[in-house]
């Protein structure tokens, strides 16, 4: 089936079986990278994306589910007043090991950051509980979201 | 300031296409009036543009060696960090070898800047001794008059950018013994300062790991596995995966392992790997459980060990325990863990247009699955081509001596008629029920106690399953039988140990093991450091000072030991916790870095323990990248940590019982409060980090459950053995 959707800014129409996982679609269909497989049962929020701009788990996010809707990925995060003041945060702190779960993170600090824009240690870990990573980057992360929250108070 | 490291061979400089210098120490360390490129180990190259790129031999999977190499190059050279970039080194173990691992490219061993740190400078200092000659030639000046300094060479009235040399420095010689920089001139190394190169790229969603490789046409492969270990495939049956979008083929691998589902997508490949259906043979197979495995583990602690590791008088050393005023006794037990690291397991092969081969990967140990595809195709080691790319994690399961995955690849790529590329994709439940995993072991203690609390005997045994036998590895690993990576961090401890017998019994393996983040350090640690915590709760002594009586020598073994001791003791206040708080204490040598960690929680075993604060001291030589070292010490806490806490791979009648992260649950960010790393000041030569954080981190937060609480966890993990975490 056809599907229309918005994504970073852009209108597109994908062809994919109902029933496809949104990951999958951008992924294997538009060829963008940025947003990962991690486990596939929306358990390590590696392929967070934002629908509408609210943060979901594409993977347990189905194409059908999404028609009109607008998506947001790591890649359209630049462009974005909180993604850039989170990924300049992600820099200064050298949050970041593997890397491979820190696009998920970053599309997730976002979603914190939208909602409240100055959060304490507890909503941090509150909100961020369901990003996973293995590397256990989560004090700098922690620390990440709080410098994000400063550069854009100033 | 002294550096206190071996330096080896002799420099030789080589011009390559396109006016390109490239520097490096000579594999056979000898130096030839002239040698082709390929011969020389290329560590830094130089563009005709003056752009300078470090090639690192070692992978990336987040502990640093592309900033950390790259960091001693531009240290020598002059350059800012931002005047140099990096790549991968190519599969070549003539001249890539880990110089710590023979005749092998490869990462492991928290080895990557200890065999790279003098190679690497070496490299970049030939460099700029070679550019400084080549100005002081066009100037007609004295070498010596010249310096090279944030990418320009300038003295003796002149000034330019280094590469406007570059053409005429690729014609000269390589000096043999270029003078290093003096540690009092380092601008890069040791500044806290130095930034990561991969940030940015890991923050926008640019970085490419091997999961993001498209080659041309490529098809995608995922593996349909036996429940059982080693049941084999005896026929498939496709016709449920027909109508699956993208469905292209599945066939039986040629050694039966599995069936191989071929399909344009990603998706598609998972839906029709789902939708065949396979015979499997079972008559082989793995039927035991975990519970088995247990109790054949806790059976041999129980009887006389098979090895006497430290040949030692163990009828004298019972006799010195069992004649004790105090004896204290434990058995502990550590489970089967799997590595799980984010990025799923896969890589892509290809054939090149000679008939040789490419493989696409994070690849970990390039020397094993090199041979193995050449072997694999029938073809010279020479036309194999391995790629390497950004690793999601590893923990040590992309190294195994079976080169498992990318040998799978190989196998799945050769039944087709190599026309497409084949990206091989791993899910999670893939990853989790391999039977690769951190062995499970036991281990009995009895230590005996003087009336003033000394320690006059310590009767030690190990049982478990061997990670080197069995392997290509067993030749070299295994001494008078014993695997020493079962007991390392026992009996050779820094701890001065009086009347101390160790022995090992091997158990049989019901899966494959693996080297897993410390590999034996992470149950040795444990056992050893809640040891010295019950002696020392038992003689009536602080376990800080209890433990610095055994590291009164004057050795470096002791003194480093006792250093992060007494760090991590006074950084964390330690005696000094707030009321509501207990801590723990441990402290471990391994890979040749000395760490001490305090934990601090509270609650209680019953209410719920909250891990409110890790204090770290770390003794890992120069400090190369100071951030980085921290990096790996806040995530070696959390890896050591989190496993323990909740996790295990068990067994029921040879079928792995955990598919996904919901049952195996990884460290979350509301685990663990607040870390904080103190690096010791050193001039020793730099030893490893990616691993060291890890052991005294289970045993320190045992130590501090029994603080609280009285209960001592001997089984792991923790939250099945009466502890709950809030």
């Known amino acids: 089936m056809a599907i229309s959707l918005k994504l970073n800014g852009k209108d597109q129409t994908v062809e994919a079986e109902p029933g496809t996982p ?49 998506i947001t990925t790591i890649e359209a995060m630049s462009e974005n007043e909180i993604g850039a003041a989170v990924q300049q945060a992600w820099i200064e702190l050298d949050v970041v090991q593997c890397g491979y779960c820190q696009s998920g993170q970053i599309m997730s600090a976002v979603g914190l950051l939208s909602e409240n824009p100055k959060p304490s240690a507890q909503e941090i870990d509150d909100y961020m509980w369901g990003n996973a990573c293995r590397c256990a980057t989560y004090q700098r992360i922690r620390a990440g979201i709080q410098r994000a929250s400063e550069i854009l108070e100033a | 300031m002294t550096i206190n490291t071996s330096r080896r061979g002799f420099l030789k400089s080589a011009a390559a296409a396109g006016a390109v210098l490239v520097v490096g120490v000579r594999p056979d360390g000898a130096l030839a009036a002239s040698g082709s490129p390929s011969m020389l180990t290329p560590f830094v190259q130089i ?10 031999k070692h992978f990336e999977m987040g502990q640093g060696p592309s900033t950390g190499l790259t960091t001693l190059i531009a240290e020598e050279m002059g350059l800012t960090m931002d005047q140099i970039g990096y790549d991968f080194a190519p599969s070549n173990p003539q001249v890539y070898n880990n110089t710590l691992f023979g005749p092998m490219q490869g990462t492991g061993g928290s080895t990557a800047m200890a065999n790279s740190f003098m190679q690497y400078r070496q490299a970049g200092a030939a460099a700029r001794e070679m550019l400084l000659q080549a100005a002081a030639q066009a100037w007609g000046a004295d070498a010596s008059a010249l310096t090279l300094q944030d990418g320009v ?58 999961m993001d490789i498209e080659r041309p046409n490529q098809m995608i492969a995922m593996i349909a596995r036996p429940e059982q270990q080693r049941a084999t495939a ?33 998706w598609g490949a998972m839906q029709a790997r789902d939708a065949i259906s396979v015979e499997w043979d079972t008559s082989a197979a793995e039927t035991r459980s975990s519970d088995e495995i247990e109790a054949e583990i806790r059976a041999a602690l129980d009887a006389e060990p098979t090895y006497n590791v430290n040949g030692a008088d163990v009828a004298a050393v019972r006799a010195a325990v069992d004649g004790a005023d105090t004896v204290v006794e434990e ?27 490419l493989l696409h990967d994070g690849c970990q140990f390039p020397t094993i699955p090199h041979g193995a595809i050449a072997e694999i195709f029938g073809i010279p080691f020479e036309k194999v081509q391995i790629k390497t790319v950004l690793a999601g994690g590893s923990f040590g399961r992309r190294a195994t001596p079976q080169a498992d995955y990318q040998v799978e690849a190989a196998l799945a790529f050769s039944l087709t008629d190599r026309s497409r590329p084949v990206h091989l994709v791993w899910s999670r439940e893939d990853d989790l029920r391999s039977g690769y995993y951190r062995p499970a072991f036991g281990h009995k203690v009895r230590v005996g106690l003087n009336a003033d609390g000394s320690i006059v005997g310590w009767e030690h045994r190990v049982a478990g399953q061997s990670i080197m036998k069995g392997t290509p590895f067993e030749a070299f690993a295994i001494q008078n039988g014993v695997d020493h990576s079962s007991v390392e961090g026992t009996v050779d401890s820094p701890y001065q140990i009086p009347t101390a017998a160790f022995g090992l019994t091997d158990t049989e393996k019901a899966t494959s093991t693996l080297w897993w983040r410390a590999v034996g350090h992470t149950h040795t640690a444990y056992v050893m450091e809640v040891m010295m915590d019950m002696a020392a709760k038992a003689a009536g002594i602080d376990p800080v000072d209890f433990r610095l009586a055994y590291l009164t020598g004057d050795g470096p073994d ?75 010490m806040e995530g070696g806490i959390g890896y050591g940590i989190g496993h323990n806490m909740r996790d295990q791979i068990t067994l029921t009648a040879g079928v792995v019982d955990q598919y996904n992260f919901p049952d195996y649950e990884p460290l979350r960010i509301s685990d663990i409060g607040e870390i904080e790393v103190h690096i010791m000041p050193s001039a020793e030569a730099p030893t490893g980090v990616g691993e060291p954080g890890t052991p005294p981190a289970a045993p320190a937060l045992a130590n501090a459950i029994a603080a609280a609480s009285d209960l001592r966890v001997a089984s792991l993990p923790m939250d099945e053995n009466g502890v709950s975490f809030v």
Request: glycine fraction near 10%.
């Open chain 2, 558 to 632: 002791q003194t480093r030991k006792a250093g992060v001791l007494k760090l991590a003791a006074e950084k964390a206040n330690w005696g000094n916790a707030p009321e509501v708080r207990s801590q723990g204490i441990a402290v471990h040598k391994s890979f040749n870095s000395y760490v001490a960690e305090v934990v601090e929680i509270s609650g209680t075993p019953e209410d719920g323990i909250k891990i409110e604060k890790v204090t770290c001291a770390v003794d890992c030589g120069i400090a190369v990248n100071p951030d980085i070292i921290k990096a790996q």
């Open chain 2, 153 to 210: 060479i300038s003295g003796a009235g002149h000034s330019a950018p280094l590469g406007e040399f570059v053409e005429a420095a690729a014609q000269l010689d390589a000096p043999a013994d270029p003078p290093l920089k003096d540690p009092s001139e380092f601008r890069l190394i040791g500044n806290p300062d130095v930034r990561r190169l991969d940030s940015a790229a890991k923050g926008n969603g640019t970085a490419m790991f091997a």
């Open chain 2, 331 to 357: 058995t502990f037990y550590f489970p089967l863990l799997a590595h799980a690291p984010m990025e799923p397991l896969n890589c892509t092969i290809e054939e090149t247009a000679d008939g040789g081969i």
């Open chain 1, 22 to 70: 949104l990951l999958w679609v951008i992924r294997d269909e538009l060829k963008m990278t940025g947003t990962k497989f991690g486990c596939g049962v929306a358990s390590c929020g590696a392929c967070t994306v934002h629908l509408n701009g609210e943060p979901v788990r594409s993977c347990q996010t189905y194409i059908e589910d999404v028609e009109g809707a607008e």
């Open chain 2, 47 to 56: 563009g005709s543009d003056g752009s300078v790129t470090a090639i690192v």
């Open chain 2, 234 to 266: 005896v026929s498939v049956d496709a016709s449920g995966a027909e109508g699956i979008k993208g469905f292209i083929d599945a066939q039986i691998l040629p050694n039966a392992a599995g069936v191989a589902v071929f399909a344009e997508t990603t």
